[in-house]
């Protein structure tokens, strides 16, 4: 499959010739102004190399290819010019970063050569990226799957906290939302190297001794210095190891950049926590906002305001062969002697749905319908 690119230029006639020489080579889109080009971005991309003039009416080509940059930043930026002076050279590469320079009129051998090179570059960056990603992602699986069979409690709570997170940050819109729910995903990590009895107790409601309670306390700093390891999920491990700390000694307000998303980030897992416990108490939501609003200086008005309004009503009854990845278990699951095989609040994960199905192998050894809720996407 063809390489995309795209040549911004208001001559119509030099993207004409553009076209033609490589049309066979590449799939070519053209637009006459820096507008027209952002839209075909947003319409057609991303593209592997953007190639833009510089001297362009309203919005030229270092202005272009800055928004470019934020915009679609795996492409790769070529500059275009019949007059490079130094100062145009420098703002080209600071604000835009700049692949290569190109001169006007510019031979097609050598055209074509740099866009070899600046295709060979775009793969480079997202097959690096791709991989990232996918060891990423299979990192938090295996950490999250390992929660779950070692402390399904502690995963059912993860699983909780994620819904209330979620929810808070579509209300308020913030940025970094994939960064506030993975750490409330792995906000319980830390308790996979804490003992199991101490774990049971503290998940089921029971008392704990002092020296238990600090074990317990330490989970967080236990997930941070375990998560920080892990490429790209250093922000992340900083919101889980601070998911503790209240309101007074975060201070978002008075940060900015990383910090604030740390801040922000520890204040929602802290905010999700209090306000879980309310419902586990079986408080109502807008009794456990109300509660909660009593002390302004613990909670951020705005998020309180964005809980009021979570619903987490979207339940149904299902058959086990209906069950799916990311449900919420709302009850017990029960077999035919009446006794508990997974706690509710539990999410179904994968290794998960594959037990019950061995379980239910024997028809009747599982008692269904089973209620579950099913998170709004």
Known sequence: MAEKVLFVDDEMNVLSAFRRHLRNIYDVEIATSGAEGLSLIEEKGPFAVIVADMNMPEMDGVQFLEQVKELSPDTVRIMLTGNATQKVAIDAVNKGNIFRFLTKPCPPEILQDV????????????????????????????????LSMTNPLAFS?????????????????????????????????GTVMLPQDVLLRKFAGGELSLEEEKQFSQHPTI???????IPRLEQVAKIV???????????????QGDEWVV????????????????????VPTKEAVYQMRKDPKEFMPEVLK???????????????????????????????????????????????????????????????????IIPSR
């Open 115 to 146: 866009l070899k090179l600046g295709a060979r570059q775009y793969q480079l960056i997202t097959a690096e990226k791709e991989l990232l990603e996918k060891t990423l992602a299979g990192s938090i699986r295996m950490l999250t799957d390992m």
């Open 157 to 189: 709570l993860s699983a909780r906290l994620r819904l209330i997170v979620q929810h808070i940050v579509r209300e308020l819109k913030l940025e970094q939302a994939y960064q506030y729910e993975l750490a409330a995903m792995l906000s319980q990590v």
């Open 223 to 229: 997930a941070r210095k375990f998560l920080e390891r």
């Open 241 to 255: 190891g601070s998911q503790d700390v209240p309101l007074q000694r975060m201070h978002p307000d008075h940060t």
């Open 263 to 282: 801040a922000m980030g520890a204040h929602l897992l802290y905010t999700a926590q209090v306000f879980d416990k309310y419902l586990t108490q079986k």
């Open 306 to 372: 964005a809980l009021s309004t979570i619903d987490l009503q979207n339940r149904k009854q299902l058959p086990i062969s209906k069950l799916q990845e990311g449900m919420i278990l709302e009850e017990d699951v029960m077999n035919s002697q009446n006794e508990k095989v997974l706690p509710k609040g539990l999410e179904l994960t994968y290794p998960i749905l594959l037990e019950l199905y061995r379980l239910s192998e024997k028809p009747g050894s599982i008692k269904e319908p089973i209620q579950v």
